[in-house]
T-cell receptor
């Protein structure tokens, strides 16, 4: 059974640009969550999608957005990139339902220069 | 606001030693708690999920306990091996059906051969 797949693994972008990251969940998982990991702030929740609807949202500016498709694949977009957006972005998928285990992908390392 | 703390931040032990990692959370109204390991630059690997109604969970050399009323969880690793070297993270889920995890700050473990 394939795990959570994130693409691309590495990205280098320039300040002011925008970027789109992709996450394919484990087959059958309908919940996809996104996290940002930085050395200073640790792991912080961005948002969660379930059945194409945003179910929860963390405390990030509106430059961070996401969506989920009917096949449960999800994308997150960051517009007007800032140097502080450099981070490891992690995606997690879970089965529908209550409090199932979250399974994480390998992450996308974004560097903003 | 839920805050999750892990002590110590770093730990070095000789191979073969038993060890305990600690996780504290400020709001005891949690649904479950999950322990992860993270290798440098990689995603998170789920180790154990412990429901709020449970006292402990075991998997191989790992044992996680939960004392919800006091806001504490411990991860016990028996007979440590160099391959156990990684950062260990705990995360709490506040309510069923919500996959926004609140992560601790992590403990970086080094097992010396």
């Amino acid at each position: 059974k394939a795990g959570v797949t994130q693409t691309p693994r590495y990205l280098i972008k320039t300040r002011g640009q925008q970027v789109t990251l992709s996450c394919s969940p484990i087959s059958g998982h309908r919940s996809v969550s996104w996290y940002q990991q930085t050395p200073g702030q640790g792991l912080q929740f961005l948002f969660e999608y379930f059945s194409e609807t945003q179910r929860n949202k963390g405390n990030f500016p509106g430059r961070f957005s996401g969506r989920q498709f009917s096949n449960s694949r999800s994308e997150m977009n960051v517009s007007t990139l800032e140097l502080g957006d450099s981070a490891l972005y992690l995606c997690a998928s879970s089965l529908a339902g209550t409090g199932n285990q979250a399974f994480f992908g390998q992450g996308t390392r974004l560097t903003v220069v | 606001k839920q805050e999750v703390t892990q002590i110590p931040a770093a730990l070095s032990v000789p191979e073969g030693e038993n060890l305990v990692l600690n996780c504290s959370f400020t709001d005891s109204a949690i649904y479950n708690l999950q322990w992860f390991r993270q290798d440098p630059g990689k995603g998170l690997t789920s180790l154990l999920l412990i429901q709020s109604s449970q006292r402990e969970q075991t998997s191989g050399r790992l044992n996680a306990s939960l004392d919800k009323s006091s806001g504490r969880s411990t991860l016990y690793i028996a007979a440590s091996q160099p391959g156990d070297s990684a950062t260990y993270l705990c995360a709490v889920r506040r309510q069923p059906g919500a996959n926004n995890l609140f992560f601790g700050t992590g403990t970086r473990l080094t097992v010396i051969p």
